[in-house]
């Protein structure tokens, strides 16, 4: 298994949002998870990658424990992070942009920059121009070119399709497909549950905190019970 | 017309000397989102280190050198001692400025302890002037135009050429993100320091070549320096400069009809108006930097 999530407690100040979470990635998986707002979706990837301690369980990549390992420690060990918004520097170039995603692997700026133009054509012509200046559909291609530049084994996304034109939404999870039929395990976290569902191999859905379903995707798109609750009917 | 050329010779020394400051705080304000409120005691730090080290029969050069040096260390040192543990307890900026106004008179009440109270001047050999277009310039403020312009082609070529200086603008950018790259920050903080503390420095090295050396100048360009900051757009470092300049000429120019006494009220009347007018700044706010 190449990510491991056992009993996991984490929250922000007094509060916890996490009540025991459990959840496994494997190598060459999509995984997703769904559920209602506040349900801590988002909490768990800030918890995996170093953004927020785990308070209790425990978080191991490859067998090792990583809970409340630093973020720049988690790029090392191949571990890359896409936030829902405000994933780039928008006075920076988009080559700017590319090359921090390589900050703490200046060697592979280079050909990572090169692999992202073949992924992300559409950047090659916007390398001069600051971030802050793309349409926003340009704005989630960058952000996820960067996370690639280090190629990663594992990328966790925050809300890919949000803030996208359905269009969009579309190039984006067919990118998704794309890494990951080439070896990067995903792990997805999504509002929109239907698109998710349809792009990953398996999902989770977490709500008030621990999980509620965890099946393969096709199963949960089906189950009537799911239906009703998290995809409206 | 004569005249006029000596105050637009005058603006543009005095307004380099602001600018200098402005680009520091204004760096150190888009980093760690607050006003340094002492930065103006490294100004006057960077004056008082060169004149004790002059007193030591050293060299103007050297002395300048030796002080910015030690403004630097000093910077950093109170980053470790104040800022860093305050950041690390994620207070809000207006305890960081809180913090800054106590560094500030403690800065100012050593100082005043190891220096006295009383007005003092570099030991300079009397300078002839030279005539340009009317105005009298010395070639000592020549070489302090040309260094105030030297220094800052430097800090953006460092800022846009270098990993170190991008991952600068970057974390200035977005924070977090910088975080998510694995950008250092405390590495980058320290950098910060560095050069906002070395530019305040030369800054202050410059006034005290220019006019005198006093316990409390550091107030005074502080506040021009804000001013700077706020027409060229808080955060952003052209701005500051540009805005730098274009207080030290308007305050200048403004002699032309008014005695100097009323020299800092130009200054301060052009900020309220700033503020009341056009609160995000001439050149806006934080889109472009470096």
């Known amino acids: ?233 | 017309m004569a005249i006029i050329a000596q105050f637009i010779v005058n603006g543009i020394i005095a307004g380099s000397t602001y600018a200098l400051v402005a680009i520091g705080l204004t760096m150190i304000f888009g980093i760690l989102g607050f006003i340094n409120f002492s930065h103006g005691e490294l100004v006057m730090l960077g004056a008082y280190f060169t004149f004790a080290f002059m007193a030591f029969g050293i060299n103007l050069p050297l002395a300048a050198l030796l002080s910015i040096i030690l403004v630097a260390i000093v910077a950093v040192i109170i980053d470790i001692a104040v800022y860093k543990p305050l950041r690390k307890k994620e207070v809000d900026s207006l305890s960081l400025l809180i913090a800054s106004i106590g560094v500030s008179i403690i800065l100012q009440s050593l100082a005043q302890l190891y220096w006295g109270h009383d007005i003092k001047v570099f030991n300079l050999p009397a300078a002839t002037p030279i005539e340009i277009f009317g105005a009298n310039i010395t070639p000592i403020q020549i070489i302090m135009i040309i260094i105030s312009a030297a220094s800052m082609v430097l800090l953006f070529a460092f800022l846009n050429m270098t990993r170190i200086g991008t991952a600068l603008r970057a974390t200035s950018d977005n924070r977090d993100m910088a975080q998510i790259v694995g950008i250092d920050n405390d590495r980058v903080i320290m950098v910060l320091w560095v050069i906002g503390a070395a530019f305040a420095a030369i800054g202050g090295i410059l006034i005290g070549i220019n006019t005198n050396l006093q316990i409390g100048m550091g107030l005074m360009i502080l506040l021009k320096a804000l001013t700077a900051i706020i027409m060229g757009g808080v955060g952003n470092i052209r701005g500051a400069l540009i805005g730098g300049i274009v207080i030290g000429l308007a305050e200048n120019l403004a002699l032309i009809e008014l005695t100097p006494q009323y020299r800092d009220m130009v200054a301060f009347t052009l900020m309220i108006l700033l503020l009341l007018f056009k609160p995000e700044g001439i050149f806006g706010k934080k889109e472009r930097i470096g």
Do not use: W
């Open chain 1, 1 to 233: 298994m190449l990510l491991e999530i056992k009993d996991l407690v984490a929250g922000y100040g007094n509060l916890d949002i996490l009540h025991g979470v459990n959840m496994e990635v494997d190598k060459n998986e999509v995984v997703c998870i769904i559920g209602p707002n506040g349900g801590g979706k988002s909490t768990v990837l800030k918890t995996i990658y170093g953004l927020l301690k785990p308070r209790a369980g425990s978080i191991l990549f490859r067998g090792d424990d990583i809970g409340g390992v630093e973020s720049h420690r988690l790029l090392r060990r191949g571990i890359s992070f896409v936030p829902q918004d405000k994933n780039v520097f928008p006075s920076l170039t988009v080559k700017e942009n590319l090359a921090m995603g390589a900050y703490t692997r200046p060697d592979m700026e280079e050909e990572g920059t090169e692999n992202v133009l073949l992924r992300f054509p559409s950047l090659k012509e916007k390398m001069n121009i600051r971030a802050g200046y793309l349409s926003g559909g340009e704005r989630k291609m960058l952000a996820i070119g960067m996370t690639l530049m280090l190629e990663p084994d594992m990328i966790l996304m925050d809300e890919p399709s949000m803030g996208l034109s359905p269009r969009f939404v579309e190039i984006v999870f067919n990118k998704i497909d794309e890494i990951s039929s080439e070896g990067t395990s995903i792990l997805i976290v999504e509002q929109n549950a239907y698109k998710a569902l349809r792009t990953s191999d398996r999902g989770y859905v977490l709500d008030l905190g621990i999980n509620r379903f965890q099946d393969e995707s096709v199963k949960l798109l089906n189950n009537p019970d799911i239906r009703k609750l998290y995809l409206g009917g």
